[in-house]
Structures are given as structure tokens and as C-alpha cells.
């Protein structure tokens, strides 16, 4: 099991940006494929990104597709999410999550994740 502490959320103007950081400890997160989720007030845990294992595939939500992009820094056991041209709509807690899976396959299911932190607030105002 990996231990997930996400950090780097706060309160932006419209058309900020911020990034977000994911540490894993206890199992390196070079074995994990690594995702990001969100979940607003009143509505369900969302899928945003996610990234394989090596050689470090990507996948993005529609939503997000162009403005936010995720990468691994596996040296570090981090996990990034760099979120540009923020939006209200954006505002949500952020969760990391991590799932074993073969070299690059990625999961972009919550229910397929096992591993999860426990999250950070992202606040974009209007």
C-alpha cells in the first residue's frame, strides 16, 4: 500500500493557476499508474488526469483536457498537477489516488483505485 499526502491547493483569481503535488511513501510511485480526481460540493468524485507507469501515458477528463496537465517525477515519488486558465467551475477537493497496473496502463475509473489521500482544497473565484 502506498500513502498518499497531496499539498499545493488555495484560492485563485479566474484564469489563475496552480500546481498540485502528490507524495507517495511506502511503495515507490514508479509502481503505480497515478491519478487525480475531483468532487465539488453536492455532485460525485469526478475523474481529472491520470499517468501509467513507465513510459508515462496520460489521460485527461474533457473538461481539463488543454489546461491542466499531469507528470511524475518517480525519483521523488511525486505526482504533479499543473492547473492553468482556472475557472469557478474548477473549485472542488482534489485527490490523489494510486493503483497498481501494468507498465502503461492507465485506470481513469475511482472505483479501480485503491490508494487514495486526502485531498486538498482548490477554490477559484469569479
Known amino acids: 500500500q502506498a500513502q498518499l499526502a497531496e499539498s499545493g491547493g488555495g484560492s485563485v483569481p479566474a484564469g489563475g493557476s496552480l500546481r498540485l503535488s502528490c507524495a507517495a511513501s511506502?511503495?515507490?510511485?514508479?509502481?503505480?499508474?497515478m491519478g487525480w480526481f475531483r468532487q465539488a460540493p453536492g455532485k460525485e468524485r469526478e475523474f481529472v488526469a491520470a499517468?501509467?507507469?513507465?513510459?508515462?501515458?496520460?489521460y485527461y477528463a474533457d473538461s481539463v483536457k488543454g489546461r491542466f496537465t499531469i507528470s511524475r517525477d518517480n525519483a521523488k515519488s511525486t505526482v504533479y498537477l499543473q492547473m492553468n486558465s482556472l475557472t469557478p467551475e474548477d473549485t472542488a477537493v482534489y485527490y490523489c489516488?494510486?493503483?497498481?497496473?501494468?507498465?502503461?496502463?492507465?485506470?481513469?475509473?475511482?472505483?479501480?483505485?485503491?490508494?487514495w489521500g486526502q485531498g486538498t482544497q482548490v477554490t477559484v473565484s469569479s
Open positions: 511506502g511503495r515507490p510511485s514508479s509502481n503505480y499508474c
Open positions: 489516488a494510486a493503483v497498481a497496473r501494468p507498465l502503461g496502463r492507465i485506470a481513469t475509473m475511482s472505483y479501480e483505485y485503491d490508494n
Open positions: 499517468i501509467s507507469r513507465s513510459p508515462g501515458k496520460t
